[in-house]
């Protein structure tokens, strides 16, 4: 979980230590019974959500740029753009990006895990692994999300870059 702050501002704000995060976890390869609740015609998730992916282990990065996977796992490096800083898109050497996820403070994505938001995105807004491709796109659909479900607690959400291990 992320250590959220509200800066004087009243915008959210993540300490600059707690980013990034680098998450083992388990692969999702989707089933038919989720393809059906989710609508998204893919074929695996990659994502923060803690319901999708439970059993995430915490490294730091020393451990994570050294560690072997097996087939079944994916090291996930992960960093929280909420410090109204401008984001730049970087490489980070032995993992490929694969696109921004909108959860909120709990890991909960409203892209991969909620439902329910065909006037922000749909689908066609998401890439091959659930996330959305590119940084406009995603700022556009965290504004969005809140403004068209002010009573929904899954819309408010942070925006985060994700990178795999290859």
């Known amino acids: 979980m992320w250590m959220i702050r509200i800066n004087q501002n009243g915008e959210k704000a993540i300490p600059d230590q707690d980013n990034p995060k680098y998450y083992l976890?388990?692969?999702f390869f989707t089933t038919e019974k989720y393809k059906?609740?989710?609508?998204?015609?893919?074929e695996e998730v990659v994502s923060v959500d803690s319901m999708l992916f439970p059993e995430k282990t915490l490294l730091d990065k020393e451990?994570?740029?050294?560690?072997?996977?097996?087939?079944?796992?994916?090291?996930?490096?992960?960093?929280?753009?909420e410090n109204n800083i401008t984001f730049t898109m970087e490489e980070i050497t032995g993992f490929?990006?694969?696109?921004?996820?909108?959860?909120?403070?709990?890991?909960?994505s409203a892209l991969t895990n909620c439902g329910g938001f065909d006037e922000t995105f749909?689908?066609?807004?998401?890439?091959?692994?659930?996330?959305i491709p590119d940084f406009l796109s995603a700022k556009r659909i965290q504004t969005d999300l809140a403004i068209n479900n002010p009573n929904e607690e899954?819309?408010?959400?942070?925006?985060?870059?994700?990178?795999?291990?290859i």
């Open 25 to 27: 976890c388990k692969r």
């Open 36 to 42: 059906a609740f989710s609508q998204l015609p893919i």
């Open 154 to 165: 899954h819309a408010d959400c942070l925006l985060f870059a994700v990178w795999r291990k």
């Open 96 to 108: 490929e990006f694969c696109g921004f996820d909108l959860a909120e403070e709990f890991e909960i």
């Open 63 to 81: 451990t994570a740029t050294k560690y072997t996977l097996s087939g079944e796992e994916q090291l996930l490096c992960v960093y929280c753009i």
């Open 122 to 131: 749909t689908y066609k807004d998401l890439n091959m692994l659930g996330l």
